[in-house]
């Protein structure tokens, strides 16, 4: 698996994937699909949804073993942490500075990593989805974004099965039995149409909205059972949007959302 690597990786980036990959293929069992939909070239965006802390692991291993690792836009704090920020900014990572004016030096960064030819990695959700069932949530614009500025492919993915190892937010880690983490790259959204519109709130909106529905459409294979047709958006729903939700927001909000699928599923 995995095809020939267009450049020679960073010393920081193999150093991880040594220490990385073997105990996850120990641990973990496979099951990676539609690595196909991956260009054997050029720069893209690839984007999948976000339900542990762990699968960002698991989505660097499917991307690595695909002979297309991924540069990963992720939270500035990380790149501080010791070590742990060394590799993050020896590898090529690309650090977000969420609320602050440099928040624009990501997205160029990224910009300009697709036009390098590599492929980036962007959590559309911008965290760990808020739907208490775990399907996609209202994305963010950012990798939408980027796909329209350079016209890149936009590679929808799903993945499902880190939360098993990992629940959202939680901190201990559940290694065994060995669970299957299922990944499913997507052909590219097709964007086509929004290529000489100009890039305002709506185009972004409508590209967005086509990333996550067909991230969901996919999620839904691995599941096996059909997502909910509404979905969460953290401001109705009344929690955070970024960062551990706790017990903050509106639990009954989450509690009334349970209640009125599960009424729908038994009227339908």
């Known amino acids: ?3 020939a690597r267009e450049r020679p990786l960073p010393f920081a980036y193999r150093l991880a994937a040594f220490l990385l990959r073997r105990p996850l293929m120990v641990l973990t069992k496979r099951d990676w699909r539609g690595l196909e939909n991956l260009p054997a ?3 893209f965006i690839v984007s999948p949804n976000h339900i542990s802390y762990v699968d960002p692991l698991v989505f660097a291993h499917f991307m690595f073993d695909s002979g297309r690792e991924a540069y990963f836009l992720g939270k500035e704090s990380l790149f501080t942490v010791p070590v742990v920020g060394w590799v993050l900014r020896k590898s090529g990572q690309i650090p977000v500075y969420r609320g602050s004016a440099a928040a624009a030096d990501s997205y160029r960064a990224a910009v300009a990593a697709v036009h390098e030819g590599k492929p980036v990695g962007i959590f559309p959700e911008g965290t760990i989805t808020r ?3 775990l399907w996609p949530m209202r994305g ?3 990798a939408a974004r980027i796909a329209l500025e350079t016209r890149c492919p936009l590679i929808p993915v799903a993945q499902w099965g880190a939360q098993e190892i990992l629940p959202p937010y939680g901190k201990r880690l559940r290694l065994f039995p060995r669970r299957t983490m299922q990944v499913y790259a997507g052909p590219p959204v097709d964007l086509s149409d929004l290529y000489d519109r100009p890039i305002d709130t709506k185009v972004l909106r409508e590209a967005t909205d086509r990333l996550m529905a067909r991230v969901t459409e996919q999620l839904e294979v691995l599941r096996g059972e059909p997502a909910p047709l509404d979905r969460v958006d953290p401001r109705r729903l009344g929690v955070a949007e970024t960062g551990n939700p706790g017990a903050e927001g509106r639990p ?3 509690t ?5 699928r599960r009424g729908r599923r038994s009227s339908g």
């Open 252 to 254: 009954s909000a989450r």
């Open 140 to 142: 963010k614009t950012g």
């Open 131 to 133: 739907d208490p069932a």
């Open 256 to 260: 009334g959302l349970l209640r009125r």
């Open 1 to 3: 698996m995995g095809g």
């Open 41 to 43: 070239t050029g720069g």
